[in-house]
């Protein structure tokens, strides 16, 4: 990272440092000078080279009649034996001059990572004040000033990455920058795909709130010629400072009418235009003015704007790279998802939807396709990792699979040991899950699965009564972990009787995990919804559970195959249950026909043996 775009901090506090109205030491363990601001150099007449490097309390210290003050009883150095902090105004420093300095001070130990390794004291010529009550409240006041000023840069940043929400973020800016930097705040930003266009998404203002919501919205385009404030801003992406001078001039461009505007109804007397910029482009500037009479900004506060434009204009970078990431990825697994394959009379769906946020786009995938006997495979899967290279990923594994078992007539678990060594030897892809299924039987039935589990959550058998069943044999080691360390383990064969009319549902763990749900509670949720469903068509099936869950974060690829009824004549397959559209389908609810009317009767769960369940009766 360059310095530019690393945390600014360091530029900060050196000014904050070297326009502090009150002398600076940091003194070592040995208590030598390693450094004193300008402050400090100017009371006492000294240069950096006379001070720098020499021993604190022999150069200065001295007793009220000029004679050396013995160092064990030097006030100022009992912080480096006791890591206490202390203070005092009856002390005296040696000018450069020979004359004595008396100083009111305080000394606090400096740590880092726990351990002393110095201390800081910060002095005031003595003599300047009346008593000790008037200098302790200078001093304490300039303290207060500068937390409250390092507190809201912590308070800013902390609000800066706590949303990925541009609009929420810019308007929580500038609300915190009001009263503390000035009397009113807004941001302006470009926007995105249209150049020129700008849209003011944020006012504050004290007391005229409606006032402030009354002034954004679109604005008019950046002029090429405009020399306003904010033009110069956006281009040069340094700050502007406006007096009341460049406040009264008449602006001339539709964007400088619209920018005087906040001036005229807010007031203003002094303002600042910071840039929301990183090193590659330029967002959007954030205003700032006071309305008092002879206010201003000092340096130290164009540090801090220009710092707090500059980190947001990091977290919108951010954001729109995590924005191009998602698209990328998801257009990238929505290519992989191919329409179903129709076999008989058996029904497939599928639903793919991506993650809410580009950082949890990933690996999941599902795929179906006949192999060269005929046969008719399932499979989903996930592979490790959320961003544009797990979907990369997911893209290979799939590939692999299909090409390892298409003409193959083997058992599943050998199809999975071979895809597991392909990965390890063949690909840089990490770990994945997959669940890899053949249906088997003739036409008219009956029908049966044999599968091996990556990994994997377990398949969902529901019968058309409500009675549901995970599938949790044929459980083995994710893919990419056995033969990388050669432990040997594999994936056996398991097989199941799939009844007529019943559904089976592969799913990947964005549909029963989250952040706020485990995965043992987000199964029983799952097995609740699917038995209640049970008699529901295949495509509304999938459609009101994904509703009724709801499910948020991770993305979620789902596959479904509803069994005929027993000794079903063969029938035209419905194009609607296996066309591009409705395999690629991103949302419950987006079907052509009429949406399905919404259950709302809760079944209980039911065991395989148990009472059926069921909602469409």
């Not at 601001?37 to 240069?47: I, K």
């Not at 009354?214 to 090429?224: D, K, M």
């Not at 058992?411 to 892809?429: F, G, K, N, Y």
């Not at 799952?526 to 068509?537: E, I, K, P």
Request: aromatic residues 4%; glycine residues 8%; proline residues 7%.
């Amino acid at each position: 990272m360059n310095g530019e775009d690393s945390p600014p901090e360091i530029g900060f506090m050196r000014a904050v440092f070297d326009s502090l109205g009150a002398g600076v030491f940091v003194i070592d363990l040995a208590g030598r000078l390693t450094t004193a601001n300008p402050r400090a150099r100017r009371l006492l007449g000294r240069s950096g080279k006379n001070l720098l490097g020499s021993d604190m309390h022999d150069l200065l210290h001295r007793g009220p009649d000029g004679g050396e003050v013995p160092r064990s009883r030097c006030p100022m150095l009992t912080v480096l034996d006791d890591g206490q902090p202390n203070e005092g105004s009856e002390e005296f420093l040696l000018r450069g001059d020979g004359s004595l300095l008396p100083i009111i001070w305080a000394a606090t130990p400096l740590r880092h990572d726990g351990a002393t390794e110095g201390a800081v004291i910060v002095f005031h010529d003595f003599s300047l004040h009346r008593d000790a009550a008037q200098q302790t409240a200078a001093h304490l006041a300039a303290l207060e000033g500068l937390t409250a000023r390092l507190s809201m840069v912590a308070e800013v940043s902390t609000v800066l990455i706590s949303t990925m929400d541009m609009s929420d973020m810019l308007n929580r800016l500038a609300g915190l920058l009001v009263p503390d930097m000035g009397d009113w705040a807004a941001v302006d930003v470009r926007t995105p795909g249209q150049t020129g266009e700008l849209q003011r998404v944020a006012v504050h203002a004290l007391g005229d709130h409606a006032a402030a919501r009354s002034l954004t919205g679109p604005l008019p385009p950046l002029p090429e010629s405009s020399r306003s404030a904010l033009a110069r801003a956006l281009r040069s992406a340094q700050p502007v400072v406006l007096d009341a001078d460049a406040l009264a001039e008449r602006p001339e461009a539709p964007l400088d009418v619209a920018h005087q505007e906040l001036f005229e109804r807010l007031g203003g007397t002094s303002a600042v235009v910071v840039p929301l910029h990183t090193r590659r482009q330029v967002f959007g500037a954030l205003t700032v003015a006071r309305t008092a009479a002879g206010s201003s900004y000092s340096e130290a506060e164009l540090l801090v704007l220009a710092d707090l434009a500059r980190r947001a204009g990091l977290v919108m970078e951010g954001a729109e790279l995590f924005e191009q990431q998602r698209h990328v990825a998801e257009t990238m697994q929505r290519q992989l998802l191919t329409p179903l394959p129709q076999v008989g009379n058996l029904r497939m769906a599928a639903r793919y939807l991506p993650a809410q946020s580009a950082a949890e786009i990933g690996g999941d995938w599902y795929d179906s396709f006949l192999l060269g006997d005929g046969v008719l495979t399932m499979v989903i899967g996930d592979v490790v990792g959320h961003d544009l290279k797990a979907a990369a990923h997911m893209a290979e594994v799939r590939n692999m699979l299909r090409a390892l078992a298409w003409d193959r007539t083997e058992p599943p678990s050998l199809i999975m040991r071979r895809l597991d060594e392909a990965m390890t030897h063949t690909s840089d892809a990490p770990m994945a899950t997959c669940v890899f299924s053949r249906i088997e039987g003739p036409e008219e039935g009956p029908w049966r699965l044999h599968w091996v589990n990556a990994g994997h959550p377990p398949p969902l058998l529901i019968t058309a009564d409500g009675h549901t069943r995970f599938l949790e044999e044929g459980h083995g080691p994710l893919l990419g972990l056995s033969s990388a360390l050669h432990m040997g383990l594999g994936w056996p064969n398991a097989h199941a009787d799939l009844p007529a009319r019943s559904t089976l549902l592969l799913y990947t763990d964005g549909l029963v995990e989250s952040r706020s749900r485990d995965i043992e509670a987000g199964l029983v949720t799952l097995r609740r919804h699917a038995a209640a469903l049970a008699r529901r068509d295949i495509e509304e099936f999938l459609d009101e559970l994904l509703a009724r869950i709801g499910p948020s974060g991770d993305d979620v690829a789902l596959l479904a195959l509803r069994i005929p009824p027993a000794g079903a004549e063969d029938e035209p397959p419905r194009q609607h249950a296996h066309s591009p559209a409705a395999a690629n389908r991103s949302a419950p609810g987006s079907r052509v026909e009429d949406t399905p009317v919404r259950d709302t009767s809760e079944p209980e769960l039911s065991a395989p043996d148990g009472p059926p369940a069921d909602d469409a009766a």
